[in-house]
């Protein structure tokens, strides 16, 4: 059971918009840690997508967003597109268990 | 080009042992602290342990706490975990990531491709 919460699955048509939601709680995203989000295409390791909420690492399109509030952060896909489809994750810090800690994960997928 | 090149993953039976090493090139790994997190097949990721940039910290998932012994050595730029007691809920993908800076507990900002541990009889 994972510390993070996020959906199973979010789906959208090429060219829609579709938020993933990450909810934690009072020792982690409540607590002021930052948010971090990383995409896993098919078969292939992580990558890092946002970091501290709502910074792009180089390379990153700008349709991909984040932001945070209170106990919970969204990831923001704009401008759909087929090359989206993946799985991704929230990732924070919980000092209560003194770990890095993972949302349960998304699957995004391009109708 | 920061590159983590994973080895040592394999098929081991219940309660053997295994060490896993993450050989690193193109940034000062002194500098960075780094983790080791796994994905079990078909669900998601799961930290498992970290290093300080030192190695004078280090910190486990309670899943692994008392089995798995995280280790590196900035002479050879090589990230390890050994092992111990493996279970069969251990069978996963076990990725290196690296952090950001000296500090922990920020983000990973490049991972290995993975090496496959498989526990089973």
């Known amino acids: 059971q994972s510390v993070l919460t996020q959906p199973p699955s979010v789906s959208g048509a090429p060219g829609q918009r579709v938020t993933i939601s990450c909810t934690g709680s009072?020792?982690?995203?409540?607590?002021?840690?930052?948010v971090h989000w990383y995409q896993q295409l098919p078969g292939t390791a992580p990558k890092l997508l946002i970091y501290?909420?709502?910074n792009r690492p180089s390379g990153v399109p700008d349709r991909f967003s984040g932001s945070k509030s209170g106990t919970s952060a969204s990831l923001a896909i704009t401008g759909l597109q087929a090359e989206d489809e993946a799985d991704y994750y929230c990732?924070?810090?919980?000092?209560?268990?003194?770990?890095?800690?993972f949302g349960s994960g998304t699957k995004v997928t391009v109708l | 080009e920061v590159q983590l090149l994973e080895s040592g993953g394999g098929l081991v039976q219940p309660g053997g042992s295994l060490r896993l090493s993450c050989a690193a090139s193109g940034f000062t790994f002194s500098n960075y602290a780094m983790s080791w997190v796994r994905q079990a097949p078909g669900k998601g990721l799961e930290w498992v342990s970290a290093?300080?940039?030192?190695?004078?910290?280090?910190f486990y998932a309670d899943s692994v706490k008392g089995r798995y012994t995280i280790s590196r050595d900035n002479s050879k730029s090589t990230l390890y975990v050994q092992m111990n007691s493996l279970r069969a809920e251990d069978t996963a993908i076990y990725y290196c990531a690296k952090g950001v800076k000296i500090q922990l507990w920020l983000h990973f900002d490049s991972w290995g491709q993975g090496a496959l541990v498989t526990v089973s009889s």
């Open positions: 009072s020792s982690n995203i409540g607590a002021g840690y930052d």
């Open positions: 501290g909420n709502i």
């Open positions: 990732q924070s810090h919980d000092s209560g268990l003194s770990a890095y800690v």
């Open positions: 290093v300080s940039a030192s190695g004078g910290g280090t």
